[in-house]
């Protein structure tokens, strides 16, 4: 593995870790800002408002890397989320907090840009390996950052934000020292029109080819909502699961979720095909969720993880198969649509998903892994669509 691969790898594994490291002591930092327990719509306006702004600037920062370079806007990006965790780190009142998570997802284009990254240092049948490997990575910052945000938060609320933002100023020092360019500035000149958060959905909708692949992206990143939602309310409600299973559950899947994806990707994508392990993966997905919706001892979750995990052997694969039909010159601006429209579901999913678990919780909880698994097998006559044989896009 490159030196380079080595970077972007571990600069996904800091960014992960960094996230996860606020997630269990952000309610409490909001209940002591706020002076009072009535705290979660401060936390819906807080996911919502770096959500939404992801949405609009993602595009616009992953069309600016295809001009400029990946390099500078990946570490414009960091500074970004540095300025972010300090901001949270002492902000002794809301709209200190509020204007921190605006920063960051102002300048969330970690992912988007570190992808195209990636699909330019690659080779096409390197990639779904890859992007395999990439989401391992940031699959298992999401294990080690929860656990070390709730032992630094109970020394002090405020350390897991300090450590947050000292995490991430170390990554930006890395990319900033070892992290080459990976294309070409463009010598196109920059104008006002290119900061338009309009131009690149634009330009996706010029794309009649590219529809269906995107569609499949919203699809499965809004399925993937589910589980934040719902897995804690499930398990209390099926189980009866303390914070402890609940967390243990988590943390089993989060870890079979990280070796397949580790290790898996590139051999399936070789033997089945990029198309083959979409579809395969998205139907060991769905056959879990079925056997989740109908199961009544807590053993049997626990038995199916591996099954459930197979299904990350499909997004680097179609991530993969995706940028075979963008341009080289255009991925940058691709990967920004892509994180914009995974952002649009990350605010649209959770309303769905909690409304339909409020419906059927009082007969039949499970009944909302029913419907996660109808929409992960809405997405597989897309995934045939989008994967026709087609002229790669140079516009």
Same mark, same amino acid.
């Given at each position: 593995?490159?030196r380079s691969l080595v970077v972007i790898f571990?600069?996904? &594994?800091?960014?992960?870790?960094?996230?996860?490291?606020?997630?269990?002591?952000?309610?409490?930092?909001?209940?002591?800002?706020?002076? =009072?327990?009535?705290?979660?719509?401060? @936390?819906?306006?807080?996911?919502?408002?770096?959500?939404?702004?992801?949405?609009?600037?993602?595009?616009?920062?992953?069309?600016?890397?295809?001009?400029?370079?990946?390099?500078?806007?990946?570490?414009?990006?960091?500074?970004?989320? =540095?300025?972010?965790?300090?901001i949270m780190a002492f902000a002794p009142q *809301?709209?200190? #907090?509020?204007?921190?998570?605006?920063?960051?997802? *102002?300048?969330?284009? %970690?992912?988007?840009?570190?992808?195209?990254? +990636?699909?330019?240092?690659?080779?096409?049948?390197?990639?779904?390996?890859?992007?395999? *490997?990439?989401?391992?990575?940031?699959?298992?910052?999401?294990?080690?950052?929860?656990?070390?945000?709730?032992?630094?938060?109970?020394?002090?609320?405020?350390? !897991?934000?300090?450590?947050?933002?000292?995490?991430?100023?170390? %990554?930006? #020092?890395?990319?900033?020292?070892? &992290?080459?360019?990976?294309?070409?500035?463009?010598?196109?000149?920059?104008?006002?029109?290119?900061?338009? !958060?309009?131009?690149?959905?634009?330009?996706?909708?010029?794309?009649?080819? #590219?529809?269906?692949?995107?569609?499949?992206?919203?699809?499965?990143?809004?399925?993937?909502?589910?589980?934040?939602?719902?897995?804690?309310?499930?398990?209390?409600?099926?189980?009866?699961?303390?914070?402890?299973? @609940?967390?243990?559950? #988590?943390?089993?899947?989060?870890?079979?979720?990280?070796?397949?994806?580790?290790?898996?990707?590139? !051999?399936?994508?070789?033997? &089945?095909?990029?198309?083959?392990?979409?579809?395969?993966? =998205?139907?060991?997905?769905?056959?879990? *969720?079925?056997?989740?919706?109908?199961?009544?001892?807590?053993?049997?979750?626990?038995?199916?993880?591996?099954?459930?995990? &197979?299904?990350?052997?499909? +997004?680097?694969?179609?991530?993969?198969?995706? =940028?075979?039909?963008?341009?080289? /010159?255009?991925?940058?601006?691709?990967?920004?649509?892509?994180?914009?429209?995974? /952002?649009?579901?990350?605010?649209?999913?959770?309303?769905?998903?909690?409304?339909?678990?409020?419906?059927?919780?009082?007969?039949?909880?499970?009944?909302?892994?029913?419907?996660?698994?109808?929409? %992960?097998?809405?997405?597989?006559?897309?995934?045939?669509?989008?994967?026709?044989?087609?002229?790669?896009?140079?516009?």
């Open positions: 593995m490159n571990a600069a996904v &594994l800091i960014d992960a870790i960094g996230i996860g490291l606020i997630f269990p002591i952000l309610p409490r930092l909001l209940a002591e800002v706020e002076h =009072t327990a009535d705290i979660a719509p401060y @936390i819906g306006i807080l996911a919502a408002l770096y959500a939404a702004m992801q949405f609009v600037f993602a595009p616009v920062l992953g069309s600016l890397s295809d001009r400029l370079g990946r390099r500078p806007v990946l570490l414009v990006s960091l500074a970004g989320a =540095t300025v972010n965790y300090l *809301l709209w200190m #907090l509020v204007l921190g998570r605006a920063i960051a997802g *102002l300048t969330s284009a %970690n992912i988007s840009v570190a992808s195209a990254y +990636i699909t330019d240092i690659s080779t096409k049948d390197q990639r779904a390996g890859r992007f395999g *490997l990439f989401n391992a990575m940031f699959g298992a910052g999401f294990i080690i950052g929860p656990v070390l945000g709730g032992v630094l938060g109970d020394a002090w609320l405020r350390l !897991p934000f300090i450590a947050a933002a000292a995490l991430t100023a170390g %990554n930006l #020092l890395l990319a900033l020292l070892m &992290l080459p360019e990976s294309r070409l500035q463009s010598r196109s000149k920059l104008t006002v029109a290119a900061f338009n !958060p309009l131009l690149p959905l634009r330009w996706l909708f010029s794309m009649p080819p #590219l529809l269906p692949i995107v569609l499949v992206f919203f699809i499965l990143a809004g399925g993937g909502e589910a589980y934040g939602i719902c897995w804690a309310l499930w398990g209390s409600d099926t189980f009866g699961w303390n914070g402890a299973w @609940i967390g243990l559950s #988590l943390g089993a899947f989060g870890v079979c979720q990280t070796l397949v994806q580790a290790f898996l990707p590139g !051999p399936a994508a070789r033997l &089945l095909g990029e198309r083959g392990a979409v579809l395969v993966g =998205t139907s060991c997905s769905a056959a879990a *969720l079925v056997v989740m919706a109908l199961a009544r001892e807590s053993w049997v979750i626990f038995a199916i993880m591996p099954f459930f995990a &197979l299904g990350g052997i499909g +997004i680097p694969a179609f991530q993969a198969l995706a =940028t075979r039909r963008v341009g080289e /010159s255009q991925q940058g601006q691709f990967q920004g649509v892509l994180a914009s429209i995974v /952002s649009l579901a990350s605010i649209v999913a959770p309303l769905g998903f909690s409304t339909f678990y409020i419906a059927v919780q009082p007969f039949w909880p499970g009944a909302i892994w029913l419907l996660v698994a109808a929409v %992960n097998l809405a997405a597989v006559p897309l995934v045939v669509l989008g994967t026709r044989p087609t002229r790669t896009a140079t516009n």
